[in-house]
């Protein structure tokens, strides 16, 4: 430890910190811009100036090392006139736009140009312009004579996103930030680039002159998008939510927040909010008071549990509804006698079920991340899946910890990686398998009978080196491994890995409650979220979930939903499939309207309280679900609050669960690779994968949104005879679609990648199996 006097406060310091560490340990302010606690040192603002006992000159505190015994005087006459004339070349070409700017009320320059700044410009020459630049629908780039040059934004690409998408070209008074060769930025994680903007530079396109700083409302809340938790402010103005800002929480989301969580509230306010129940009448939906609704939805489901039997009933939910409204739903249907309740409907193998020693959870803290010296990610799309996570893994790989993957695409996680797979979906699991094998040779050790015929390759011999070197190690199944048909060997040969190598094992999670749900008993006893449309039923509830676009086989869903006698859909939102298909229709909150709990992928409870009102007669789900069970005459429907739902289930939030474990006993590992000539791989694309994001108009027009295509390598266009950047028809199961066709190397050979959750391939069968192509 370094001992360091800081406007006579003594500190200790570790060796290495810099003035800014040791100033911010004894609570001295030291102005500054460009220098970010999670960005590298650039040292190019000079506005951290201070003044160091011997040094001839002021110093930057951001860019100077600690000595032991060094003196420093952060406001003493020079280094204040230093900073104050560092603030005066920087107005010089500002444009002064104060009363316009999109940033007044919360910029930083503004902020220390009230202390640092003089109250009248020496400079009379012409002032510097900055042509705008059109960078895509969510960054603005209109005002870009406002840029001081920190370099926070191109850092940030650099180090945190993964990709360098802006950089400063030409030099001194002609120096701009720009994209290279006029692209737009579409890293997932580019809005922080306007929450890191010192100035009124980069700002918010969709939020752009609608509101002030000050008019705003600021209330916490948790994202709904993905199983991380990340906690958010939401801005309200009006009853409005007017924008959406990162909350920190080192512990969960660092500072950051992905474009998802901070955009999707669009949503809230789009045309097509469903604002009163609905009731099918004479083959065409009414608009009716909640009483009328209620009781029609009451009646119609003891009649089908009367004539049919309670399993003729099944209750599906999106695994983003909150923790009461999931433990409901389930009671609900349990009441009725159905045990066909569920909330992952993107899932396929549900052969560990009843074999879970606990509920699946992430296996370790987020925060405990950045400790392990190696990981290995099966079956996800990283980037587009869990864009903080991702994060976290790109923040190992640039500190030396050796992370792997392994899956069924090829899309690049921008991580340095230590070893990569890219396999068919049927061999996905080999490729698992043949890692395990490679560790129990490299040990000396047997392993499971099943894996006798294995044969690890150089790759897999890499990944299980990792893992076997000294330190922490972790295995972890994404969303592919968990939808995969074999999803229960990958789960069973995930823990042989972990049990070999000493490696923790953990889901990742595809959606908020992906941990809740299990906690809230929203699992079926018969009949589950893939078989309920196997076996088409009489009746069907729907909690947030659009079938056609939300279930692993669509077209199977939607032909199951089209032959039940009744349909309720409980939803913020409806679309011409709801309006076609359902027979009743609930609107109810969205996430930031309603109070409720989410338990994240680690075990986080989190609860929140709604920040706006809602829109119409919409009602918080839980409550609708509360009154639908006291109308049935069921117990245990009589809770006064969300809180009391949710004392029912877990404890208080800012704990963590208990009963998590990813432990499963008496599945089989089964190693039978099924004989297709082309297979589908189906990806989320991230701005698909919910009804938020689907409707927030900005993330629409993003390069993430575009429509599906079939993306396919050049040699297996070859081997099928088709012609490059033709159109082909695609046939799946009993529904076809024609897509345009766009040749990626990266996909394995005898696959097609066609994403899911979209409207032009809902009628497509399951996400992974045997396809057809052809010219269309």
Aim: net charge negative.
């Amino acid at each position: 430890m370094l001992e360091i006097e800081i406007d006579g406060k003594q500190t200790q310091v570790p060796a290495g910190s810099t003035i800014m560490d040791a100033a911010q340990l004894v609570g001295a302010y030291i102005p500054h811009f460009c220098y970010h606690k999670k960005l590298s040192i650039s040292a190019n603002c000079r506005m951290c100036l201070v003044q160091v006992e011997k040094a001839p000159k002021p110093l930057p505190a951001c860019a100077t090392p600690v000595t032991n015994g060094m003196k420093v005087f952060t406001h003493s006459e020079l280094a204040v006139n230093a900073q104050k004339g560092v603030m005066e070349f920087l107005l010089i070409n500002h444009p002064l736009d104060c009363p316009i700017c999109d940033q007044g009320g919360e910029c930083q320059l503004q902020d220390l140009a009230v202390g640092y700044g003089g109250s009248e410009a020496r400079y009379r020459e012409d002032k510097r312009v900055v042509f705008q630049k059109n960078v895509g629908p969510l960054i603005s780039m209109q005002e870009m004579s406002r840029c001081i040059h920190c370099t926070r934004c191109v850092r940030f690409g650099q180090e945190i996103a993964g990709v360098m998408e802006l950089g400063m070209a030409n030099r001194n008074m002609h120096s701009e930030i720009q994209t290279f060769v006029g692209r737009t930025v579409d890293s997932e994680l580019s809005g922080n680039m306007i929450d890191l903007c010192p100035v009124g530079a980069l700002t918010s396109k969709p939020f752009r002159y609608k509101a002030r700083s000050w008019e705003l409302s600021r209330r916490k809340s948790v994202s709904p998008h993905d199983s991380l938790g990340t906690n958010l402010y939401v801005q309200v103005k009006n009853n409005r939510v007017m924008r959406v800002l990162p909350r920190e929480n080192e512990d969960v989301n660092e500072c950051w927040i992905s474009d998802r969580d901070r955009f999707s509230y669009e949503a809230l306010n789009c045309s097509d909010r469903l604002l009163k129940p609905m009731v099918r009448v004479d083959g065409s939906l009414r608009e009716v008071d909640w009483s009328v609704a209620l009781d029609y939805v009451a009646h119609g489901l003891k009649d089908v549990a009367r004539t049919h039997g309670g399993n003729a009933i099944a209750s599906l939910a999106s695994p983003s509804s909150t923790l009461e409204e999931l433990y409901l739903l389930q009671k609900l249907t349990r009441g009725l006698g159905s045990g066909c309740v569920d909330f992952r409907p993107r899932r396929r193998d549900f052969a560990t079920d009843a074999k879970m020693v606990g509920a699946p959870w992430l296996g370790l803290r987020l925060s405990e991340i950045k400790e392990l010296d190696a990981a290995v990610v099966v079956g996800s799309v990283l980037r587009k899946d869990h864009p903080l996570f991702a994060q976290r893994l790109r923040q190992l790989a640039r500190k030396s910890g050796k992370v792997s993957l392994i899956s069924v695409t090829g899309d690049d996680p921008l991580i340095n990686l230590n070893a990569r797979i890219t396999v068919a979906p049927s061999q996905l699991p080999f490729a698992l398998a043949a890692v395990v094998k490679a560790v129990a040779a490299l040990k000396g050790i047997e392993t499971l009978d099943e894996l006798e015929n294995v044969q690890p390759d150089a790759a897999s011999v890499s990944i299980a080196e990792s893992l076997l070197a000294d330190g922490k190690k972790a295995v972890f199944l994404g969303n592919l491994a968990e939808q995969h048909p074999s999803a229960s060997t990958i789960h069973v040969l995930a823990n042989e890995l972990g049990r070999l190598s000493g490696a923790v094992v953990g889901f990742i999670g595809e959606g908020a409650n992906c941990v809740g749900g299990h906690l809230a008993g929203a699992l079926p006893s018969s009949g589950n979220a893939y078989d309920m449309f196997v076996e088409p039923r009489k009746a069907y509830i729907l909690l947030g979930v659009e079938p056609e676009l939300d279930c692993h086989n669509p077209g199977m869903a939607s032909a199951a939903l089209k032959q039940a006698s009744l349909v309720v859909m409980l939803t913020p939102f409806k679309s011409q499939a709801m309006l076609d298909t359902a027979d009743v229709l609930l609107p109810v909150a969205a996430f930031t309207e309603t109070s409720g709990t989410f338990v994240s992928a680690e075990g986080r409870i989190q609860s929140v309280a709604g920040v706006c009102q809602t829109p119409g007669d919409a009602r918080p789900a839980w409550k609708v679900l509360r009154v639908l069970g006291n109308l049935l005459d069921f117990g245990g429907f009589d809770q006064e609050s969300s809180e009391a739902v949710r004392n029912e289930i877990v404890g208080n939030p800012g704990e963590f669960a208990g009963g998590l474990d990813n432990s499963v006993a008496g599945v089989s590992v089964r190693l039978e690779a099924a004989q297709m000539d082309l297979q589908r791989i189906s990806d989320v694309p991230i701005y698909f994968a919910d009804s938020l994001v689907r409707r927030a108009n900005s993330l629409q027009e993003t390069r993430d949104s575009v429509s599906p295509t079939a993306r396919v390598s050049a040699g297996t266009l070859k081997s099928l005879g088709i012609a490059d950047s033709s159109l082909t028809r695609v046939v799946q199961s009993s529904g076809e679609t024609v897509l345009s066709i766009a040749v990626d190397n990266a996909v394995p050979f005898g696959c097609v990648q066609i994403s899911a959750a979209h409207a032009s391939t809902s009628m497509l069968g399951d996400m992974f199996g045997a396809i057809k192509m052809e010219s269309a």
